[in-house]
């Protein structure tokens, strides 16, 4: 038998919640998610915003920013069988001035690099993150000066389209925009 407790994500407004593990997303639809929790908990959230939509702020994560993270031993999670912590959620805002993320992409064949210029408007962000292969993969790359470009080696990739990932905040609130790749 397992032993479980159960740490409850949360969405105010419109946006999802991802884990850095890939097993403890919650999604807009259903803005609550009992998330069951076993053996060692380490996990990083980060706050997704719908178009529209920005991230304003986690409840019960401290003063973490943008991301969440927790890290609590097997031991500790068994001690809490069958109890549940307080939530954590992410809280949403409807963006009057609507933020965009808008990319341009140049390849350089001989050296097999794609670069990826990444421009925002309605906020400056103070970090800009990319996610070449998805969030729940270990690869990110972070730029914290505009402006913001990013140089993927494409030998990484096989060919085919590619879901890459980009967070831009400016630590009140962010904005994400998945975008498709395709690599040759």
């Not at 949360?10 to 890939?22: A, C, K, L, M, P």
């Not at 140049?106 to 794609?114: I, Q």
């Not at 906020?123 to 914290?144: A, G, K, N």
Request: proline share 5%; net charge negative.
């Amino acid at each position: 038998m397992l032993t479980a407790c159960s740490h409850p994500l949360e969405i105010v407004g419109n946006g999802r919640i991802i884990s850095s593990t890939g097993k403890n997303n919650c999604l807009w639809e259903a803005r609550s998610c009992a998330n069951y929790i076993t053996g060692d908990y380490d996990v990083t959230y980060t706050a997704l915003p719908e178009e529209g939509w920005v991230f304003s702020g986690w409840q019960g994560c401290g003063d973490q920013w943008p991301v969440c993270s927790f890290s609590v031993p097997r031991s500790t999670v068994d001690a809490l069988w069958g109890q549940t912590a307080p939530a954590l959620t992410a809280v949403f805002t409807q963006n009057a001035n609507y933020l965009s993320i808008t990319t341009a992409t140049t390849w350089a064949a001989v050296d097999a690099t794609l670069t990826i210029d990444v421009s925002v408007s309605t906020i400056t962000p103070t970090s800009v993150r990319l996610y070449p292969m998805r969030i729940d993969d270990d690869w990110v790359e972070v730029d914290t000066s505009a402006p913001f470009s990013f140089t993927i080696d494409t030998t990484a990739f096989e060919p085919g389209d590619h879901d890459m990932l980009i967070i831009a905040n400016d630590g009140d609130i962010s904005a994400s925009k998945a975008e498709i790749i395709t690599v040759s």
